[in-house]
């Protein structure tokens, strides 16, 4: 362009190509975080997120890598620190940090990273960023706690780096009130750098396109955002249906009840009726309820409309205060997720009375994560190599049997984290994964089968002794099959001697003892005696369920093909 040819408006094309230009500057942002983060829950389960915001706080794009629990939660906190920071107050230079559970993500061990973006000397943006840490003092991560203040340390929205110089105070406070400082100091710092990518990648796209701001394209992606996701709402017959859904809960059941109402521009997601807080920590904050029913919602209505703040906007989510759906200071709320995890299936159970064929039967839902503490045996010669070790697994059960499709194996939904590897998980600390495999017959049978959930056997390198912090649902409370569809296996946790374990809470276990658990399979969908044969006799093939299974459910009883497959004798817990 010459110095004499006038800026033109960008056309339609050129707003469309800086919008897939934004997502990919914040999917190789999230990229960046994974590649430099300490923590393997963020390296190999992915649990984090990534995302640009307009300067007044709307998040414009976020990435692809990342769980809907962050990103959608993630989507109010920048607001959040414009209002307690003030516009007027940002410098270039400065970034902050909180992992406040009601202005973050839900709880103390999310850190939530903001970087103001500056271009030509003026404020045009943020990114922000997001990432589960191992460890952030306290009782550690589990549901024993009886209010926040026993979870770990809380640090308010403040400033991480003041004009390029780090807090060194904040930096030696933090370090000397967690077990694992350096992980946590080096995710901090790999939450910074993250942005510091963004907002490089961000300057270089303004200048490309010979842009001062993100006004315009802001207005674009918001304004056609939400267009999009009105007339899939307005597409559909409005009209109310109640679900509910009662789960294990720490001590007794918690009973979720929701009320979805389709009407005219809006989908409003009420939780009256639900269980009040309870006095451990599996309470949520608000915002991690808005963002698992608002994620249900989309994945449901408008599924291919990118998430952004527009695109949520129509979904509006009620809860009473003081449900554990909307818990409020200062209740414990470590393990919000094991509830938040639940709402997208107890939606569905609304949402198949209003749209119907639709959405699929429910999953394990909640992750099946475990965190291990392992320390050497005072009359143990390691006692002067690694003493303590803090191991956190991420893992799935099987996902609900969808209205044309099984559900998928051993496959976190509506988390989306990746389930970590063996060798990973074992090269952090001295940890043992004797076992770790597909659960046989563990998915609800039915015209397609829900998915397996996986059987684990944990224990500690010789020397070492070690407490595991339990993080499981669906012990008493299976997954429920859909129009006809049968329930998926419920979760089992004993050690190999026999005795059973709690499905949640820190317990020891005595040297020498492995824990054994059998995770949860999701539920079938639609009647089994209606699966097609081949699909049948494609799991007994593949190991999935067993001769027994096949006869019970699917009326399949031909011995001569169960001898040819020769069907391995698998014990559960």
């Known amino acids: 362009m010459s110095a004499q040819t006038p800026t033109c408006q960008p056309s339609t094309v050129q707003y469309q190509v800086m919008w897939n230009r934004l997502i990919s500057v914040v999917e190789e942002q999230a990229q960046a975080l994974v590649r430099t983060a300490f923590s393997t829950s963020v390296r190999e389960a992915g649990d984090l997120s990534a995302g640009v915001y307009d300067q007044n706080g709307n998040m414009l ?9 962050h990103v959608n939660a993630m989507a109010d906190a920048v607001a959040h620190f ?31 990273v903001v970087t103001p973006v500056f271009f030509k000397n003026k404020l045009v943006s943020f990114f922000a960023c997001t990432a589960h840490v191992v460890d952030i003092g306290g009782r550690g991560f589990g549901a024993d706690a009886n209010s926040i203040y026993e ?13 390029g110089e780090v807090d060194k105070t904040l930096i030696t406070m933090l370090r000397a009130n967690v077990r694992e400082p350096d992980q946590l100091i080096g995710d901090i710092h790999a939450l910074a750098t993250s942005n510091e990518i963004g907002y490089r990648r961000l300057n270089s796209m303004m200048n490309e396109f010979e842009i001062n701001n993100l006004n315009d394209i802001a207005n674009f992606i918001l ?22 859904m009662t789960i294990d809960g720490y001590e007794k059941a918690v009973n979720l009840h929701v009320g979805i109402t389709i009407k005219n521009d809006r989908v409003i997601c009420d939780w009256s009726g639900t269980s009040g807080i309870d006095k451990k920590g599996i309470n949520v904050p608000l915002v991690y309820t808005k963002a698992y029913s608002c994620y249900a919602l989309k994945c449901a209505i408008a599924p291919d409309i990118p998430n952004n703040a527009a695109s949520l906007e129509p979904f509006e989510v009620v809860a009473s ?3 554990i759906v909307n818990a409020i200071h200062p209740a414990p709320v470590a393990l919000r997720h094991v509830i938040g995890h639940m709402l997208p299936d107890a939606i569905y159970d609304a949402l198949d009375k209003l749209l119907p064929n639709t959405v699929p039967a429910e999953g394990a839902g909640c992750l099946c994560n475990f965190q291990i503490s392992l ?11 690694v003493s303590r070790a803090e191991v956190l697994t991420f893992n799935s059960g099987g996902s609900g049997a969808r209205p044309t499709l099984d559900g998928m194996n051993a496959t976190a939904f509506p988390s989306g984290v990746m389930t970590m590897p063996v060798e990973v998980t074992e090269q952090v600390g001295p940890i043992i994964i004797w076992r770790k495999e597909l659960r046989p017959d563990s998915g609800g049978a039915g015209t397609f089968r829900g998915g397996l959930g996986q059987l684990m056997e944990v224990g500690s390198r010789e020397g070492f002794e070690f407490d595991i912090q339990a993080m499981f649902d669906r012990l008493k409370y299976p997954a429920r099959g859909r129009r006809g569809g049968c329930n998926g296996a419920v979760t089992k946790l004993s050690l190999d001697d026999g005795k059973l374990l709690k ?15 059998a995770f949860p399979g999701g539920a079938g969908y639609g009647d089994p005696l209606k ?3 081949d699909q049948v006799k494609s799991d007994l093939r593949k190991g999935f369920i067993t001769p027994e299974y096949a006869s019970k459910y699917h009326n399949f009883n031909n011995e001569e093909f169960f001898n040819k497959i020769n069907f391995p004798n698998k014990k559960e817990v």
Not at 86 to 107: C, K, L, Q, S, V
């Open 61 to 69: 794009a976020q990435a692809v890598t990342g769980t809907p629990g």
């Open 503 to 517: 499905g949640k809470g820190k317990q020891s276990v005595p040297y020498g003892l492995k824990v054994k658990m």
């Open 82 to 112: 414009i209002r307690r920071i003030g516009r007027e107050n940002f410098a270039e230079g400065d970034i902050y940090i909180t992992n406040d559970p009601w202005e973050g993500t839900g709880h103390l061990h999310d850190i939530t």
């Open 375 to 385: 320390r050497a045996k005072a009359c143990s010669n390691l006692t002067n190599q």
């Open 531 to 533: 699966r097609d044969l």
């Open 223 to 244: 304004t056609n955002s939400l267009k999009a996701t009105l007339q899939c709402i307005n597409s559909l017959q409005t009209g109310f249906a109640e679900g509910s």
């Open 321 to 323: 205060e003081g449900s």
């Open 151 to 163: 979870e770990g340390i809380y640090i308010p929205i403040m400033k991480f780096i003041a004009s």
